[in-house]
C-alpha cells in the first residue's frame, strides 16, 4: 500500500494521502513519496488538474510525525525543514491546477501543506485547520512562511501563525482559509468539478499566472538555494 496513492480521473489527477493510522503524519517515507508522485505530475504537459485528498474521514494531514522527529539530532531536525521546503515548495509551484479536498483534521506541517495548494475546499462538520507550530515551539523558515503567507487573507495568516488557534470549517471559509465547506457526502464530488473546471485552463497560461502570484516564494527559494 502506498502512503501517497496517484490515479487520473477524467481530467484530473487524485493524489490520496493514504496512511490513516497516523493521519497521515509527515516523515521521510512519506516525503519520498510525495517526490515519488510530484516525479509523475511534473512530467504532465496536457490540459489538467489535480485533488489532493486523504483515505482519512478523520484527518488529512496532522503534520511532522512526532516520534520522528523527537528522535533527531538539531543537524538532522534542519536537514528535515530542507526536506519540507523542497516538498511543499515543488507541490505549490507545480504548473497544474491543484486543489486540496482537506477531509479532516489540517495541522501544523499539513496547514503549511494544504495552505501550498491553489484551492482548499474542506470538510464542514468536523476537522481542525491550525498552524501549531507557535505552541510546538518550532518556528517557521522564511520558505515555509512564504508557503502559509499563500494563503490570500493576510489578517488570518498573522493570527493563525501567532496563536496557534484552530478553526473549523466555517471559520476557516469565513476567514478566507478554504475557499469552500460541504458534508462530507458532497465534498470530493465537488473537488473533482473544480478540478475538471480548472482542467479546462491552458497549462502554459495557468502556470505563468501561478508564478506571478506566488513570485515571492519562488523568489524566497531561489534565494536561499543560492546560500
Known sequence: MALVELEKKNSVYVVTLNDPTSGNAINSESLNAHRQVLAELEMVTENSAV??????????C????FEWIQAQSAGQFE???RELEEVFGRWALLAL???GCVTGHCMAGGAIFA??????IMRQDRGWFAFTEIDVKIPLSPILYELADLIP???????????????????AQRMGVVDETHLPEKLMPRALEIGEELAQKDLKTYSAMKQLIKQNLARQIKLEMKN
Not at 51 to 60: G, H, P, R
Not at 115 to 120: E, P
Open 97 to 99: 491546477p491543484t486543489v
Open 62 to 65: 496532522v503534520g511532522l510525525d
Open 115 to 120: 495552505s501550498s495548494l491553489d484551492f482548499r
Open 153 to 171: 487573507n493576510k489578517q488570518t495568516v498573522r493570527e493563525l501563525l501567532l496563536t496557534g488557534r484552530r478553526i473549523g470549517g466555517a471559520d
Open 79 to 81: 536537514s528535515t525543514f
Open 51 to 60: 485533488v489532493v485528498t486523504s483515505s482519512d474521514l478523520k484527518s488529512w
